[in-house]
């Protein structure tokens, strides 16, 4: 479903140049939930920010679907991220200026499908469990209702791929648990999950997973390692 | 795009009503902005259209090409005509005949022009009263064939648009009481203020000021106050007056045409300042409107970039910054010509006497034309301010913006 090969993105900064992803590949399958692992500046929301068709790599190629997404037109780009990825942010991301529900009903402004209605909104704000919360404004909500309405945000489109950037990042411990529980139920759905986190306590949540340090992939994991959970935590905390 | 689908639950229009209601205070700037913009513009082509409309109304009640005035009462005339201003002059209506003989002239009409007294117990008020001779007279000979039902006998008198009294009251003037038998349309020209009489009326009346009234009138026999002049077609007005004050030395004329150009002198200085004031505050509005805008870019570049990672295209982002822009425009523009008029409707008499200037409401095409062509100004400018800002925000790679913007 999404296979990078030798992917590169290189910033200039005055007359050096800094590697933020280096020559890295990567192979994502139809309903894997991928978690890739690194700390801050390793690269990993800057590979994030380039499967999401967000970012042009600097070489390289990434195939999403098939399609080389780096030759792709900005429009034929913006394209492809309202019918076939939904994004979380590590943020909110929610816009400050309309509801909660008119929030998760943006996308579909966007969309050739055309808008859905307010009970479909609804019912997705339902199945993330802020139904009750759809008409009130970001700035009423807390941090955990804004997460769960951008995840219904995201979902709106019916996208086949979620790229979620460190979705969990500014949340408390219980609500980091219902929101990857949440995860998890829409990965058991179908629904291709790659998931950038600094955090190891994730790890137990994915099918596969990656480790990245200094812009390159150091580690591709076992899956059945996701099942030794903690030990694995604990073992990445010291990780570079 | 679902923008035009008609039964989509939230739409393009909505989303740029949403971000317009939420943001009242940042937006009462660019409003207010537009609104001095048409506002000032709408002012100033409704004060010249006023005036144009009610000179040609004037002119046209009149029927006339060309008055024939003695030269030293020529401005008394031109304010007689423009504004009704009461005045009595004369001269000898020898060059009546000679006017009327010279080739190019169709008609002519003598008239006298009295001024009645003011504050008086013998006068009704101070109007200006017009004597014609019926035998001559096209302006209310026209507007009696108009009006069949209408005849103009003995003391009966036609009175201008804005004189008080019901068609059957009477009027005194110099004593004389004089019995209103119909009444001339609005012109919003001096006309309006006119009473039209007949001249032996008019002698009859001085003839009996001198016992009935609390000061004599005198209108000296073989002279006239003007000459009203109707030419063949296809003649010259310019010409002909030419002709004319040749053959009659002292006296001077007042066409249309100058009649227009000195409604425009009068009007010059406050259209000036008001077409002055309209472009100042464009010149400045554009970089104060763009620099407004950029700072609203800058704060929502980060929602404009959330925007384009949920798939909003470049284009898009652009039709939603003009439609807010051009949305604040039409606000600001109506809010501006809608008290514009307000503020013109409810002192228009004191502006038209202010200015000397003859006045009437322009009529609805002139006003949608004024109206749409203040909106249109503020429109392109809306558009004009919010380019560069849109410029900015499609240069900016948006997951960039995302990530700077993280908190």
Known sequence: MIVVNGVTKAFSTGSSEVRAVDNVDLRVQQGEFVLILGRSGSGKSTLLGMLAGLLRPTTGTIRIKGRDISTLSDDKMAELRSQDIGFVFQFSGLISTVTALENVMIPTLFSADGAVNRAKALELLGQVGVAERADAYPQTLSSGEMKRVSIARALVNRPSILIADEPTGDLDVDTESEIMALFRQLNSEGITIVMVTHNPDLIPCATKIYRMSHGRMVENLDSTLCLKGPKIRDEYKDQP | MSEMNPTADFSFFRLVARNLQNRPYRNMAMILSFAIIAGTLFSAQYLMGGAQQSLENGLNRMGADIMVVPSQYAASSQTVLLTGEPTTFFFSDSGFEQIIRLPGVAKASPEIFVATLFGQSCCSAAVQIIAIDPERDFTIASWLKENPGVTMGKDDIIVGGAIEGAIGSDLRFYGHTFHIVGRLATTGMGIDMAVFTRIEDAYTMAEESGVKAVQKLTIPQGMVSAVLVRIDPGASPEVISDEIKQKVPGTKTLTPNSLVSAVSGQLAAITWLLYGVTITVTAVSIPLMACIAAMVAHERRKEIAILQALGATKSFIVRLMLAESFSLAIIGALAGIITAAIILVG?????????????????????????????????????????????????????????KGEP
Do not use: C, H, M
Request: hydrophobic share 45%; glycine share 8%; aromatic share 10%.
């Open chain 2, 347 to 403: 002192f228009q008499d004191f502006i038209a006497l202010t200015l000397k200037i003859p006045f009437t409401i322009p009529s609805p095409l002139t006003l949608v034309a004024d109206g749409g062509s203040a909106l249109l100004l503020s429109v392109v400018i809306g558009g004009i301010a919010s380019l560069y800002p849109a410029y900015l925000i499609n240069r900016s790679e948006p997951y960039e913006t995302i990530r």
